[in-house]
């Protein structure tokens, strides 16, 4: 079962790929961003990013994408612009016929280490070593990616 | 030349068709909406709007589109809501190849009534005036959609 966890940006949106087996292994397959030039127009950024995404759903073929859900937190330029693209991404998943699950912050730090206050470097030394990387992964999007991954692998019981 | 205003909305985006010639008339095409499900999950919802406004591009092959907007007025539930619809319909129409320009509702007001103050029944008695309409063209969110299709020939000067 190919599992890919989506942290959904304008300028930079983070992918983690996994795949769970029968047997109840997990491994990571990989970890990437898809970015989008800042000098381009919108419009233009958010179609890139939809080819872009869905280049990579014909490759890969994932059986299950979990997104991350917003909250308005931050600015509200970063955040319609988040929405923006999270918009992008749900639609070409959906266009693709991919199940979809939605993660908030706190469902998936709940998830991977129990707490659902952990910060940022207890989430990636879960996520390193639930996968067995030799590294904590980087970029921090693309760890993002691999820890909502994971978090559907545990939600669906996967392994 | 065919001018396609787009007003974003998850339920339901307005759209109106305007065609302009080169004597300078201007004359609305149609006006209509895209609904989409409210029991639907939100990717499902997003895809089929991606997929409708696309079909309705096919058909009428405008040459230019105008989306209005967002501000974050209103409660963040609808703000983030609308983004991702916004997003969708920005991407579709960018991978379509056609023009797109932005307007605020400032701006819109403004090109249609002279004053960025206006309300929406000054500004539908304007476009059914300007387009020499019977009646006030309803509903509301296709209306808009012929303000913003007004707002790009009024801009790019196209009458």
Redesign the interface.
């Known amino acids: 079962m190919r599992i890919l966890g989506v942290d959904p940006g304008m300028t930079r949106t983070g992918l983690g790929l996994i795949e769970t087996t029968k047997s109840g292994n997990v491994q990571a397959i990989e970890w990437l961003t898809i970015e989008t030039p800042a000098g381009l ?4 950024r ?2 890139e ?3 872009d995404l869905k280049q990579y759903l014909d490759e890969t073929k994932p059986d299950l994408a979990v997104v991350e859900k ?1 909250f ?1 937190a931050t600015n ?1 330029r970063t ?2 612009d988040v ?6 991404i ?6 693709h016929g991919i199940d ?1 699950l ?1 993660a908030t912050p706190l469902q998936l730090k709940t998830a991977i280490t129990g707490d659902g206050r952990a910060d940022k470097k207890q989430m990636q030394s879960m996520v390193k070593r639930t996968l067995k990387l030799k590294e904590i992964p980087t970029p921090v999007d693309a760890a993002d990616g691999l820890a909502l991954a994971l978090y559907g692998a545990f939600t669906k019981k996967f392994f």
């Open positions: 127009p919108l419009p233009e958010l179609s990013l939809a080819a917003l308005f509200k955040a319609m929405s923006h693209a999270r918009g992008v749900m639609a070409t998943l959906s266009s979809i939605e």
